[in-house]
């Protein structure tokens, strides 16, 4: 009868109204008064002090289920320190989520891998757990247009922000304008430190146009700035082999791959498109060569061992 005494010495006030009984499990009755009065309201008050809301709002039908069930006052906190703990780590992800700036709220759960044949499902898993961040690796996700790589980024960012880690998402063309904005302004100095200071850093759509000289050596310094102190997604529609079209210069481009080659989890997404089949549409019989162009696998194929001899490259090795 523990928590019967406890409902009755917190809960209680002068003029309470009238005791709603429960019973417990053994039958026996276990009254619990509702608050009310001045006490009731140094309590909310005391509560929102604490900022527990959850506590303030749900305490009284904690209560009430707990004195029906027949559970003592340990258990009646632990359930309320629950459901607090809940609502705040909710809130927490939902800020995460908002300050990340999705272009489109896309999860994993809503992929359809079969869509994507080449896609290495149990590579996506694996890194939808987050450890990698941890461990300050980075992912390139390249495959042609419409094959899910947006999707795919933003998935796994979600994933982050759902186990607590702060992303920043962009796509290139935005960060180096954003970049060159800010150096121009005299701010550069403090959106550096705000791309350094998230754990997940996404940049989408790297190779729709080549970046101007300026531009890409202010996207190599985001991404030497962030080795080996945080992550990274990267998604192109080109093959690593053809980034330096999009940087003008080989020797950056060993660069930036060099800073990018530390645990570097490389996905490559071929295949027809990822949004077509799921409006329904199919490519006309004369874009044939078209697609094969943009999605076929023999594109990419060159993907893994160009980074490896661009790693060696720029490690002063000859490629093997």
């Known amino acids: 009868m523990a928590f019967a005494k406890l409902s009755s010495s917190l809960l209680a006030c002068k003029e309470a109204p009238p005791a709603r009984q429960a019973r417990n499990p053994i039958g026996a009755e276990i009254a619990f008064v509702s608050p009310a009065g001045e006490e009731a309201r140094l309590l909310v008050e005391h509560l929102r002090a604490l900022r527990l809301p959850a506590f303030s709002r749900e305490y009284e039908a904690v209560a009430l289920q707990c004195?029906?069930?027949?559970?003592?006052?340990?258990?009646?906190?632990?359930?309320?320190?629950q459901r607090e703990v809940e609502e705040r780590q909710a809130r927490r992800v939902e800020?995460?989520?908002?300050?990340?700036?999705?272009?489109?709220?896309?999860s994993l759960e809503g992929f359809d891998f079969a869509a994507i044949p080449s896609l290495d499902k149990q590579l996506v898993l694996q890194l939808a757990?987050?450890?990698?961040?941890?461990?300050?690796?980075?992912?390139?996700?390249?495959?042609?247009?419409?094959?899910?790589?947006?999707h795919l980024a933003i998935g796994l960012g979600l994933a982050a922000c759902r186990k607590g880690l702060s992303v920043e998402f962009f796509t290139a063309a935005a960060l180096?304008?954003?970049?060159?904005?800010?150096?121009?302004?005299?701010?550069?100095?403090?959106?550096?430190r705000r791309l350094d200071a998230c754990r997940l850093l996404i940049i989408d759509e790297l190779g729709y146009a080549?970046?101007?000289?300026?531009?890409?050596?202010?996207?190599?310094?985001?991404?030497?700035?962030?080795?080996?102190?945080?992550?990274?997604?990267?998604?192109?529609?080109?093959?690593?082999?053809?980034?330096?079209?999009?940087?003008?210069?080989?020797?950056?481009?060993?660069?930036?791959?060099?800073?990018?080659?530390?645990?570097l989890h490389i996905i490559e997404m071929n295949g027809e498109s990822y949004r077509l089949e799921h409006r329904g549409r199919h490519a006309p019989e004369h874009a044939g060569d078209e697609a094969g162009e943009e999605g076929s696998p023999s594109r990419f194929s060159t993907v893994a061992p160009f980074a490896r001899g661009m790693m060696h490259l720029a490690a002063g090795q000859e490629a093997p």
């Open 67 to 81: 004195a029906a069930e027949g559970l003592d006052h340990l258990r009646f906190l632990l359930r309320l320190a």
């Open 176 to 192: 180096v304008n954003e970049l060159v904005e800010a150096r121009a302004e005299r701010r550069i100095t403090r959106l550096q």
């Open 129 to 150: 757990e987050c450890e990698w961040i941890a461990w300050r690796e980075n992912v390139i996700a390249v495959g042609g247009l419409g094959t899910g790589k947006t």
């Open 210 to 263: 080549p970046l101007p000289p300026a531009g890409a050596e202010l996207f190599f310094e985001v991404v030497s700035r962030r080795c080996e102190r945080g992550s990274m997604i990267i998604t192109s529609d080109l093959p690593i082999a053809e980034w330096t079209l999009v940087f003008g210069s080989e020797r950056l481009t060993s660069a930036l791959l060099d800073r990018l080659s530390w645990r």
């Open 95 to 106: 800020r995460l989520v908002k300050q990340a700036r999705f272009p489109a709220p896309k």
